[in-house]
């Protein structure tokens, strides 16, 4: 089973993007087994999916979020990342990444707590 770690500034001022990289271990990022997702938890508030990059390279995201978010990925380093642009402090939330399989299971990472503030 695949492991996941996020990483990532844990402090964002608003207007700037927000910069987050999911290091893949256990596993191939390019492997079909996998989708590979990012995931947020707002204080107080539910899960909201934000977007996917598959085993070979497609992303699709929320329609909520997806003027302003683009994932990406590294091969070279087993990694994917999340830039999200033009924060506000609605984006203060936990960030997780999340390998996905045509089940519907998966690896989570543990998690990383982002604060936008001035």
């Known amino acids: 089973q695949v492991q996941l770690q996020e990483s990532g500034p844990g402090l964002v001022k608003p207007s700037q993007t927000l910069s987050l990289t999911c290091t893949v271990s256990?596993?191939?990022?390019?492997?079909?087994?996998?989708?590979w997702n990012w995931i947020r938890q707002p204080p107080g508030k539910g899960l909201e999916w934000m977007g996917v990059?598959?085993?070979?390279?497609?992303?699709y995201y929320s329609p909520s979020l997806k003027s302003r978010t683009s994932i990406s990925r590294d091969t070279s380093k087993n990694q994917f990342s999340l830039q999200l642009s033009s924060v506000t402090p609605e984006d203060t939330a936990v960030y997780y990444c999340?390998?996905?399989?045509?089940?519907?299971?998966?690896?989570w990472g543990q998690g990383t707590q982002v604060t936008v503030s001035s």
């Open positions: 999340r390998a996905l399989d045509q089940g519907g299971f998966g690896s």
């Open positions: 256990g596993g191939s990022i390019t492997t079909s087994y996998y989708a």
């Open positions: 990059i598959t085993y070979d390279g497609n992303t």
